[in-house]
């Protein structure tokens, strides 16, 4: 279904307001030589969607498009499957034309756009066909949260180090705080990024805005000027992505800081681009703030519901947020207000700064940073096929198969009962996952999923109690309950000798994963015995 200008118009004139409108022109084309201009022999294409922001128009047979624009916005065009994007020299693909005449208000601590000057005659499009599979991967990530080169040295060395060059992912997402409030610092960063050698989305956070600024409207005038629109969206293979900013700020309700949500004009963009998505596809929403932290705290609850009316026809949506510093899985239902056909998925993404750079250095001189729940700092893939996902994580400086943490005593009395036990932290862990343990050749017997602090986590948090000396690097944050955290008590009738600890887990989406480790079991000798020996 094509929506025609006159129609989106009647809709979204409310939201456009009363500010002077001028008509934007152009075509969306085949770039068949990849110089970003169109030639004479280069052919539009259809049915493309354009947007300015809030509307979103469809090119006609000819690839042309014409979309009513005002100062401040920027026009973008909605990548279509089986087409690529002009990427700019930090990988950064060219899809969008900020039009602000004027640049963006004086007085900003950072700065935001130049001035553009009077509209082009036509603002055209570039895409170039491109033999796009639906089978495909993407790297995505939470909060690097950079303050200072150091940290920026930190995340390129802890992160982008493995990134570089990486095999088998077609483009990135960073879910929002690249930085933490110096903006100054986003040349730096892109400079980082471009080392992946992909093509890199970013999404804003909370930590990325100008906050010298009364309006929300205004909150994103340095990230646009290096990124363009903080809401967008892309199709790849059988999945649409959109990204979003979902930070008010200030806080309508209270004047003060921040809250999630989403604006009168920002709501208008969802909608459209909505219905313009198709049913068979993945729909996928990226943001930074979760749905579901803080019971409506951190997200107005109206919005939460509005978006899950939204979503509740498309049978198949991921939501990827960020911003906790924690690796959470929600699955709403009912009970939530989800009206879908099945439970709609969040994945809270881990920082890639985890736990803002804090812990001992490792030998390279890079902060642990290992999280309050236990997760480790690193980076996921989503994987795709068709309308389909599934998701891995990657922990930073770690073998590929490392997802889970197996905490468990060095040795054990033969015979005796014991308090200790055996903890799994599966970091990519939900609560309906299903975690198992035996012992030897024991048999496969299900663990306990618990609420309650990783012990491993506590350990390197004890660590900096008990030394003499200071540690290097900052002492981690306090602990909380980790949300992925599963228990087993340790038989008493295991042999005197050393015993394997088998794990295995099976995911959300069937994906089993196993580790191990050794614990010593160990005759005591009794009081007597010693007694009389002696």
Known sequence: MKWTIAIIMSLLLPVMGLQAQEIVRGYVYRDLNGNGKKD?????????????????????????????????????????????????????????????????PQGLTYKGSAPTGPLPAQINFALMPYDEPEKFSAVVMGDPQTIDEQ???????????????????????????????????????????????????????????????????????????????????????????????????????????????????????????????KKDQLIVLAFHIPLDLHGGEWFRPQDRERLFRLLKDFPDVLVLSAHSHLQQQFLYDEKDGWRGAKPLHEYNVAAACGD??????????????????????????????????????????????YRMEITAPKVVPYQQRTSAMVFTNFFMGHRNDKAEIRFGEGEWKKM???SQPDPAYLALQYRWDVSDTLLSGRRPSLVIPSTHLWASWIPDNLPPGIHTVQVRVTDLFGQVFEESRKIRVTAIRRTAEIFNQK
């Open 40 to 104: 004479r022999r280069e052919k539009g294409i259809a049915g493309v969607g354009v947007s300015n922001g809030s509307m979103i128009v469809q090119t006609d047979a000819k690839g042309a498009y014409q979309i009513p624009v005002q100062e401040g916005n920027i026009i973008f065009v909605i990548k279509p499957s089986g087409y690529r994007m002009l990427l700019d020299s930090h990988y950064l693909p060219r899809f969008y034309y900020v039009h602000k005449p004027a640049g963006s």
């Open 151 to 277: 940290q920026l040295d930190y995340f390129s060395r802890g992160i982008i180090d493995e990134l570089e060059g990486t095999q088998g992912a077609q483009f990135g997402i960073t879910l929002g705080d690249l930085l933490g409030d110096r903006l100054h610092l986003y040349p730096a960063y892109k400079q980082v990024m471009k080392r992946t050698g992909l093509p890199w989305y970013n999404v804003i956070g909370n930590h990325d805005m100008n906050l010298d600024v009364r309006n929300d409207t205004l909150s994103d005038e340095t990230f646009e000027s290096h990124f363009g629109p903080a809401t967008y969206s892309f199709n790849y293979g059988k999945a649409h992505f959109l990204l979003l900013d979902d930070i008010l700020y200030p806080n309508p309700a209270t004047g003060k800081g921040y809250i999630g949500g989403f604006r009168d004009d920002q709501w208008a963009f969802i909608e459209n681009d909505l219905r313009l998505a």
């Open 356 to 401: 803002f750079y804090y812990g001992e250095l490792d030998e390279r001189g890079i902060p642990a940073a290992t999280m309050r729940d236990g997760t480790p700092k690193g980076y996921a893939f989503l994987r795709c096929n068709g309308n389909k996902y599934k998701i891995d994580y990657k922990v930073a400086g770690k073998p590929a198969g």
């Open 448 to 450: 306990v999923h618990v």
